[in-house]
């Protein structure tokens, strides 16, 4: 498990606890249990700083109905660094065959240098693939657009967030630390996160909340990057600025996440108006919020009042999950929900999980994994198909160079 962002981070080994959830509270759920397991815990913590003491990855699905379980899960030995300094946590599951006071000595694997990586190419499914694990065709995603904008006229929705998938499949022995390590080099704005399989790089901080102080960064409204052309980068920003489009689908994603927080927050305050947001591959419109901590509330239970935000899913919000169940051809799976951690004392970061893919092991013993990465961008009126595909391809760029054979 890997969690890092330019100078803090953590590496999480082994596993000592394993909770699942799933249907529609199991966000609160996966709170409540948490509450109980961090109450029963004996925690000696002499760093004292976020990340410091027990903790728990989490990874959980988009939708309500998913097949795909959420998790929590506790590693067994924590490497940590925040700034300057650097600490490993052991956690321990106390059983009836443990002496009182015995005390175990963590073994750290050995260091060693990057693996095999032959690479990836990912691409959209053929007739002859099975979807389900392989991702959606081109002409899916576009017939969607098309329909999607179609029930926007008709005034069913305000805005309809539409993905679609690629796939790929890398050796079981492939060392997947490339990718990670790729990623932490190029998205230093980002958190690079690797739980239960799910490795990606988020620009979207879904929650913060540490000491009583809550934030978020919401993005909605995206262009194309162009490095390789200073001034036709320029304009790409400028563009999506002015964009009287993009400015509308953003503000939809201000508001929703404004007014889930309302009830757990005090001071809340806004940018005062959406920045253009650079990375390696895109331009975003972000807005970052921050707040205090109204009453005793985790950081699960934030995520909770949160998800989905209108910059995955749409306004309104239940009407726009219904037609993306409708439209899309696939579950989800944990894309688009949120991935994270949590400490004991409910404090923890939960990212959007975007810029993301699924590593699975491929059925039928082949001894290779499948790799599916999703992508996608919200429709409104007036939304062009061939548009809103090349913003799809923005999009995976960051995991198709993660996991391609080159350097």
């Known amino acids: ?75 067994r030995i924590l490497v ?32 060693t240098d990057l693996g095999v990586w032959h690479g990836v190419e990912l691409h959209a499914a053929s007739d002859s693939v099975d979807r389900a694990t392989a991702g959606s065709k081109v002409d899916d995603y576009l017939a969607g657009v098309v329909e999607a904008t179609q029930r926007i006229d008709a005034g069913a929705v305000e805005k309809v967030v539409l993905s679609r998938q690629i796939a790929g499949e890398v050796s079981a022995g492939a060392d997947l630390r490339v990718p990670l390590d790729r990623l932490s080099a190029k998205y230093l704005d980002c958190w690079t996160f690797a739980v239960d399989g799910l490795i990606g790089a988020s620009p979207e901080t879904l929650v913060r909340s540490t000491g009583g102080a809550v934030s978020a960064r919401v993005l909605a409204g995206t262009r194309g990057r162009h490095p390789e052309d200073a001034a036709r980068d320029r304009a790409a920003r400028d563009e999506l600025l002015r964009s009287a489009k993009e400015q509308h689908e953003h503000d939809f994603a201000v508001q929703s996440v404004v007014t889930a927080l309302a009830p ?27 707040a205090s901590l109204g009453a005793e ?63 699975t092991e491929a059925d039928g013993g082949s001894g290779s994994r499948t790799v599916v990465a999703t992508a996608g961008g919200g429709i409104v009126a007036g939304s062009d198909p061939q548009h809103e595909l090349g913003e799809t391809v923005s999009k995976f760029r960051p995991i198709t160079e993660a996991f391609s054979s080159g350097s």
Not at 21 to 37: D, K, N, T, V
Not at 93 to 110: I, N
Not at 298 to 309: I, S
Not at 344 to 351: M, N, Q, R
Request: glycine share 8%; hydrophobic share 45%.
């Open 1 to 75: 498990m890997f969690w890092n962002r330019d100078d803090r981070g953590c590496v999480g080994v082994g596993e000592v606890l394993r909770l699942t959830f799933s249907g529609e509270q199991r966000y609160l759920e996966a709170s409540r249990a948490w509450r109980e397991i961090a109450a029963h815990a004996e925690i000696d913590d002499p760093v004292g700083m976020p990340g410091s003491g027990l903790l728990a990855f989490g990874t959980f699905a988009f939708a309500d109905d998913s097949s795909v379980e959420s998790v929590l899960i506790v590693p």
């Open 80 to 111: 940590n660094r925040h700034r300057g300094t650097a600490w490993i946590t052991e956690i321990t599951r106390v059983d009836s065959s443990q002496v009182a006071g015995e005390k175990s000595v963590p073994v750290l694997p050995t260091a």
């Open 264 to 290: 757990h927050v005090r001071d809340m305050r806004t940018s005062d108006d959406p920045f253009a947001l650079q990375l390696p591959n895109v331009w975003h419109l972000a807005t970052d919020l921050g």
């Open 297 to 359: 509330t985790t950081a699960l239970e934030l995520v909770d009042a949160l998800h989905p935000t209108a910059a995955v899913a749409g306004t309104p919000t239940a009407d726009a999950v219904e037609l993306i169940a409708e439209l899309e051809p696939f579950d989800r799976g944990r894309y688009s929900g949120a991935v994270g951690w949590i400490d004991a004392d409910g404090d923890g970061e939960w990212v959007i999980a975007l810029r993301c893919a699924q590593v």
